[in-house]
């Protein structure tokens, strides 16, 4: 029985250098496949980072469209506006040039009433336009 027990202890310190090298190398093995795991998570948050970072920056150019955008849009509704203007100041033009063109000139010989008529319509067609300008 004393022998028995003593093969069994050779046997088990036979075996342990083998079960300790085996538990190093898988040990070893792990602790590689951590280092490669740490290392791309620290990649994928480097590209993370510059994702957000691009993100960021076409945010705000996104948001600087939407303003020229806008101030566009404000400068059509103005120039619009001006040109309805212009069209209703024009007609208005032409209005008084007929009203004026009825007149009599001095050449006529109308008389002096309807001469400062028609000089009167021609300064209120010429104030009318100043002040659209």
Partial sequence: MS???INEH????????????QVVKERDMIGAQLIRRNDEMTLLYEKLKIVQMTMHKAE????????DIRVLRLEIRR????????E?????????RSAASLLPTRGQGQGPVRLWMARLLIAI????????L
């Fill in 3 to 5: 022998s028995l027990l």
């Fill in 10 to 21: 050779c046997i088990v310190l036979y075996c342990m250098p083998l079960l300790l090298l």
């Fill in 60 to 67: 705000l150019q996104y948001n600087e469209r939407l303003d």
């Fill in 79 to 86: 120039l619009r506006l001006r040109v309805g203007v212009l």
């Fill in 88 to 96: 209703k100041n024009n007609q208005a033009m032409d209005d008084l």
């Fill in 125 to 132: 067609g010429q104030l009318h336009f100043r002040r659209v």
